[in-house]
C-alpha cells in the first residue's frame, strides 16, 4: 500500500472522479496547481485550512507515481 492511499481517493460522483483529498472537494490537481504557481506548503495550508501537510505531500507522491511508469521501447 502507497503511504499516499489513505490520503487520497477517487469518487466517480465527485469531482468528476478525479483524486481528491480525503473525500474533500480539494482535487489533488488544485494542490499542484497551486504549489506551481509558487505557494510553498505553509501559505497553501493557509489557503485551504482543511488541510493537513501530510495531504500536500500525499499529492505530490500521488502525482509522481502516476507519472513515473517505465517505458519499454523494442
Known sequence: MNSFSNKI???PQQCGGQPCIRGM???VVDILDLLGSGLNQVQILAE?????????NAAILFARNRINH?????
Open 25 to 27: 472537494r480539494i482535487r
Open 70 to 74: 517505465p517505458i519499454i521501447s523494442v
Open 9 to 11: 481517493t477517487v469518487n
Open 48 to 56: 485551504l485550512p482543511d488541510l493537513e501537510l501530510e495531504d500536500i
